[in-house]
């Protein structure tokens, strides 16, 4: 079975930039990769999302023009470029699959889900 394991977070200022990975134990060529983030109290949403073939991706539209998600199968399944980090961009950082061709906002669509990373951002 696919297991997925989320690095790169960590605690930047306000502004600045962050790339996430997402490392897989098993295929995920065939799996569309999503990235999601929970903070604190509040429900697990929706980051952006990309199919397996690298094309068509898409993000929540809060984040859209400040993150950039890709994929090479042959390195990482997942990566999430963040630009621009805001405080309300603090949160756990999960990365996610499903075997459907789009990428889903919804987290029951997804059968696969790394442990998450820490990702701070502060004013």
């Known amino acids: 079975q696919v297991q997925l394991a989320e690095s790169g977070g960590g605690s930047v200022q306000a502004g600045d930039s962050l790339t996430l990975s997402c490392a897989a134990t098993g295929s995920t060529v065939r799996y569309t990769m999503a990235w999601f983030r929970q903070a604190p109290g509040k429900e697990r949403i929706f980051v952006g999302g990309i199919s397996w073939d690298g094309n068509g991706p898409n993000y929540a539209d809060s984040l859209s023009g400040r993150f950039e998600i890709s994929r090479d199968n042959s390195k990482e399944p997942l990566v999430l470029q963040m630009n621009n980090l805001k405080p309300e961009s603090t949160a756990v950082y999960y990365c996610?699959?499903?075997?459907?061709?789009?990428?889903?906002?919804?987290?029951?669509?997804?059968?696969?889900w790394g442990k998450g990373t820490q990702v701070t951002a502060t004013s």
């Open positions: 996610a699959g499903r075997t459907g061709r789009t990428s889903t906002p919804q987290t029951d669509d997804y059968r696969c």
